[in-house]
Every structure is written in structure tokens, then in C-alpha cells.
């Protein structure tokens, strides 16, 4: 083995270099993003059932499966704000922002 000029050897300075890094990843980790609050599945699910709709019929009408109205519903998916937005012309409330479930203007 090679010693450096402090009398370590090159594997102790590997070892650093890969602490270093390995706390270099950890520092960039993104956080997983946020899901649907509750209050909005449950907002989406008042205002469909207000309206008499099922949620194959509120799927058809913003163009997507009865099982995506049912993720949002239960809040159990990362929010798309197309999808928000659909759901908000068609069930006529607010879905982001403050107010969530008041009728939109």
C-alpha cells in the first residue's frame, strides 16, 4: 500500500471520499411530491354526487377512467393541475387554492 505524507493510507482517504459523496446524495434527495389533500377528494366527491354524477360519468365528461375520479376522490394520487382544472369547470367549484369546495365565479 501507498502512504500519503500524513502516514494514511490511500483506502482511509477512499473511505472519506465516500462519505463525502454519500452525504452529497442524501443533501440532494427530492422530496417525494405531495398528494392530493383530503379536503379536496372530498370537495371533488361532494360536488359530483351534488350533481348526480357517478364517477365513470365525471370521467367521461373531463375525458378520463372512472378509476383516475376515484384516485382523486380518495387522495390517493399526486394532483395534475390539467385535470384539477377540468374537474373544476365541470363540477363548478374550487378545487385549489383557498376555499376548496366553494362555488367558482
Known sequence: MYSDSA????????????????KLDRENEVAPPQKLSLSVGKAIQQARQAKGL???DLGQ?????????????????IPNQQVLSKLERVLGVKLRGKN??????
Open 7 to 22: 502516514g494514511g493510507t490511500n483506502k482511509a482517504r477512499s473511505n472519506t471520499d465516500h462519505q463525502k459523496i454519500a
Open 54 to 56: 357517478t364517477q365513470k
Open 100 to 105: 376548496i369546495g366553494d362555488p367558482l365565479h
Open 61 to 77: 365528461r373531463i375525458n378520463e377512467k372512472a378509476n383516475v375520479i376515484n384516485d382523486y376522490e380518495m387522495s390517493r394520487t
